[in-house]
């Protein structure tokens, strides 16, 4: 049997590299499998094999959007996001609107905004 230093459970040392190895840090679980790493968010299912990666995705539990659209009332909580949707406003928009002028790059986009002209 082996004794791992970052375990408080012995396990066999042939099981030593596939056993799950749990550890708390600054309140986040960190997991490891057969040698990989992975930070594993504690109010959702998100993982991910750096750390820096979870601390953002925390961001999306607080609540917080401080990057908004300066073409439009969106906000987000990642930087990266916010990029990806300004770009949607850059692209043609072929999806039309068959009551008023507005125009949409996503079809998604046009379908709910034709609702608010349906709705009572």
Request: hydrophobic content about 40%.
């Amino acid at each position: 049997m082996k004794k791992s230093n970052r375990m408080s459970k012995v396990v066999p040392a042939g099981m030593a590299s596939i056993t799950l190895m749990m550890q708390l840090e600054n309140g986040l679980a960190r997991k490891r499998a057969r040698g990989v790493s992975h930070w594993m968010c504690r109010q959702c299912n998100y993982t991910t094999r750096h750390r820096g990666h979870l601390n953002q995705h925390m961001v999306v539990h607080s609540g917080k959007r401080p990057f908004v659209c300066h073409l439009c009332p969106m906000a987000f909580s990642r930087r990266a996001t916010l990029a990806n949707h300004v770009q949607l406003h850059d692209r043609d928009k072929k999806f039309l609107c068959r009551f008023c002028p507005m125009a949409f790059n996503i079809k998604s986009a046009l379908d709910q905004h034709i609702n608010t002209h349906l709705a009572p």
